[in-house]
């Protein structure tokens, strides 16, 4: 199982910027997908995830500025974000769980390698 994250990039506080993660090996028919974060010397926290049916959850840090989406056909799970600010700057990765909602990074079970973020003020 493979989890691939894409879209790292150095933007202007403002600006956007859309991470896609290609999933492989199996499928997650049932999956929530999201997305988490880790800025230098922070712990990793829940940005956003999606359920199979479509619903999405956001952290309040990011609520307003990002959609989290997934195309099934494709296996993709897409996070775009608008209005970056320098608090944004984060390695970002993205993470498939089976079963109920959480926000504990310790209770996801796969992983992505991880996608770098920066935001300039």
């Known amino acids: 199982v493979q989890l691939q994250a894409s879209g790292e990039g150095l933007v202007q506080a403002g600006g956007y910027l859309r991470l896609s993660c290609a999933a492989s090996g199996r499928t997650f028919v049932g999956y929530y997908m999201g997305w988490f974060r880790q800025g230098a010397g922070k712990e990793r926290e829940f940005v956003a995830c999606?359920?199979?049916?479509?619903?999405?959850i956001y952290a309040d840090s990011v609520k307003g500025r990002s959609a989290i989406s997934r195309d099934s056909a494709k296996n993709t799970v897409y996070l775009q974000m608008n209005s970056l600010k320098p608090e944004d700057t984060a390695v970002y990765y993205c993470?498939?769980?089976?079963?109920?909602?959480?926000?504990?990074?310790?209770?996801?079970?796969?992983w992505g390698q991880g996608t770098l973020v920066t935001v300039s003020s």
């Open positions: 999606i359920t199979w049916r479509g619903s999405t």
């Open positions: 993470s498939a769980r089976e079963g109920n909602y959480n926000t504990d990074y310790r209770r996801w079970d796969y």
